[in-house]
């Protein structure tokens, strides 16, 4: 059910227009999706911690700790509105339950369609 794609993430961006090295790109130093039916969630590792977007519109995530930020309008790598960043592992489990519900909406939508 749940899949990451890294077999060739470098046509996403070369058919976005992005300009990113394919080399970076395809050893996973940018982005990691992970998909349902589509990408539900990307992880993007950086020095302090992990920067991870949701596909799930900020007002349709449970977050009573605030953690998500709503990121409409930012030119990011990733997908959806919705971002999180996981700094500390203390943090793991609620960051965890953060994409459960983007993928919980994700199916949920699937199904109605």
Do not use: M
């Amino acid at each position: 059910l749940v899949r990451p794609t890294h077999r060739h993430p470098h046509r996403r961006y070369r058919a976005e227009g992005e300009s990113c090295s394919q080399t970076a790109v395809e050893a996973g130093l940018f982005q990691r999706p992970v998909k349902a039916e589509t990408n539900f969630a990307d992880v993007v590792p950086q020095a302090k911690g992990l920067r991870i977007s949701l596909n799930i519109e900020p007002h349709e995530i449970s977050d009573p700790r605030g953690l998500v930020e709503d990121v409409t309008g930012i030119g990011r790598w990733g997908n959806g509105n919705s971002e999180v960043r996981l700094t500390s592992i203390d943090d793991l489990a609620y960051v965890v339950g953060l994409a459960r519900q983007a993928l919980e909406h994700q199916l949920d939508e699937d199904e109605a369609a």
